[in-house]
């Protein structure tokens, strides 16, 4: 089969890789689409995510969905043909976190598309991929597979929006404009936020934030001054969800957030010591929570996409053949044209 394979950083290939043989449990899918997400252009771009290196060479992605096209001899539930949305994560069940129901920070986890571990976890921008049947989530529906594509990047985000509580009427900031705003926007409007501001350098992701019902959106290049001017206003934010990965993103969540209010970090903070006013944490009593990856809400996010409860089409902004995989990533990085882009195999 072939396979998109990240040597280091701006070094992609479409490269030939084995089919791997099924186990007894697994699945073999014939993977139809991939959203490309920030990890994977941070690894494509730059040859790491954070503290996380490329060591050897990786093949991305980890938000996929296909046709299974094989079945193992114990499979049960699932048949040749059933559309499916690929959970990328398998947990062991058996940790301390796995056990209390958070089965994202699982202490042996694999995750495709990682290189967290070594050897590294690889991901499913491949034309086949074989999985644990429990992470093939079936769908009825005929929805398109770039679409249910979207399973994962929206588990994310409606983990994010669980992990800031009772979002029942309030005001909440969004800093960081990109895909995961975005669908953080819609988590956080399907809660219940009376008002959302979102803020980012980019006057194209604010005008789309806006189509998606941000009631304020805020260019925040030249400073923050407009966005604190705005947090007076309303005695400060009940929640921010910081999304950028910017420090200086966080440091203005921390200064607009009421005092009692909750700070949500989703957004990957580069490698490295980063300067972060924790006074103000500390003086203010803020609720700091972090947001990684996701946990039980895979099924839930399926659902609002097959049931349409959530649209996520307006954040498809593009769709490129295997082929075209390196000119794919290129366009993924370009924010300024582009949201969502998806790989079709």
Same mark, same amino acid.
């Given at each position: 089969?072939?396979?998109?394979?990240?040597?280091?950083?701006?070094?992609?290939?479409?490269?030939?890789?084995?089919?791997?043989?099924?186990?007894?449990?697994?699945?073999?899918?014939?993977?139809?689409?991939?959203?490309?997400?920030?990890?994977?252009?941070?690894?494509?771009?730059?040859?790491?995510?954070?503290?996380?290196?490329?060591?050897?060479?990786?093949?991305?992605?980890?938000?996929?969905?296909?046709?299974?096209?094989?079945?193992?001899?114990?499979?049960?539930?699932?048949?040749?043909?059933?559309?499916?949305?690929?959970?990328?994560?398998?947990?062991?069940?058996?940790?301390?976190?796995?056990?209390?129901?958070?089965?994202?920070?699982?202490?042996?986890?694999?995750?495709?598309?990682?290189?967290?571990?070594?050897?590294?976890?690889?991901?499913?921008?491949?034309?086949?991929?074989?999985?644990?049947?429990?992470?093939?989530?079936?769908?009825?529906? !005929?929805?398109?597979? #770039?679409? /249910? %594509?979207?399973?994962?990047?929206?588990?994310?985000?409606?983990?994010?929006?669980? $992990? *800031? &509580?009772?979002?029942?009427?309030?005001?909440?900031?969004?800093?960081?404009?990109?895909?995961?705003?975005?669908?953080?926007?819609?988590?956080?409007?399907?809660?219940?936020?009376?008002?959302?501001?979102?803020? !980012?350098?980019?006057? #194209?992701? /604010? %005008?789309?934030?806006?189509?998606?019902?941000?009631?304020?959106?805020?260019?925040? $290049? *030249? &400073?923050?001054?407009?966005?604190?001017?705005?947090?007076?206003?309303?005695?400060?934010?009940?929640?921010?969800?910081?999304?950028?990965?910017?420090?200086?993103?966080?440091?203005?969540?921390?200064?607009?957030?009421?005092?009692?209010?909750?700070?949500?970090?989703?957004?990957?903070?580069?490698?490295?010591?980063?300067?972060?006013?924790?006074?103000?944490?500390?003086?203010?009593?803020?609720?700091?929570?972090?947001?990684?990856?996701?946990?039980?809400?895979?099924?839930?996010?399926?659902?609002?996409?097959?049931?349409?409860?959530?649209?996520?089409?307006?954040?498809?902004?593009?769709?490129?053949?295997?082929?075209?995989?390196?000119?794919?990533?290129?366009?993924?990085?370009?924010?300024?044209?582009?949201?969502?882009?998806?790989?079709?195999?």
């Amino acid at each position: 089969m072939k396979a998109c394979v990240i040597h280091g950083a701006g070094d992609l290939r479409l490269e030939d890789r084995t089919v791997s043989p099924l186990g007894r449990h697994e699945v073999q899918v014939r993977v139809r689409a991939g959203g490309i997400c920030g990890s994977d252009l941070h690894y494509f771009s730059e040859g790491r995510v954070g503290d996380f290196v490329i060591r050897e060479p990786l093949v991305p992605g980890h938000e996929i969905s296909g046709e299974i096209a094989n079945i193992g001899t114990d499979v049960s539930g699932l048949a040749t043909g059933d559309r499916v949305a690929i959970h990328p994560g398998r947990s062991c069940g058996r940790c301390r976190p796995c056990r209390e129901g958070r089965p994202n920070l699982c202490q042996a986890v694999f995750y495709m598309g990682s290189a967290s571990k070594f050897p590294h976890m690889q991901g499913g921008f491949s034309e086949f991929v074989s999985v644990d049947e429990s992470q093939c989530h079936k769908i009825s529906a !005929d929805l398109d597979f #770039s679409l /249910l %594509a979207f399973a994962e990047p929206l588990s994310v985000a409606l983990h994010a929006a669980t $992990r *800031a &509580g009772n979002l029942m009427g309030k005001t909440v900031l969004i800093t960081g404009a990109g895909p995961i705003g975005q669908l953080v926007l819609l988590a956080v409007k399907r809660g219940g936020a009376a008002s959302v501001t979102m803020t !980012d350098i980019l006057d #194209s992701s /604010l %005008a789309k934030g806006r189509d998606q019902g941000a009631e304020t959106t805020i260019n925040v $290049r *030249a &400073g923050i001054e407009t966005l604190e001017e705005s947090a007076r206003g309303i005695g400060g934010f009940d929640v921010a969800f910081e999304v950028s990965g910017a420090p200086v993103a966080l440091n203005s969540a921390i200064a607009t957030v009421r005092p009692g209010g909750t700070i949500v970090q989703v957004g990957s903070l580069p490698a490295g010591p980063s300067p972060i006013h924790a006074n103000k944490i500390m003086a203010k009593e803020l609720d700091v929570r972090g947001a990684f990856r996701f946990g039980n809400v895979f099924a839930d996010a399926v659902a609002c996409l097959e049931r349409k409860i959530i649209d996520v089409s307006p954040l498809l902004t593009a769709v490129v053949p295997m082929a075209q995989a390196v000119e794919a990533f290129k366009m993924a990085k370009d924010r300024e044209h582009h949201q969502k882009v998806v790989i079709t195999f």
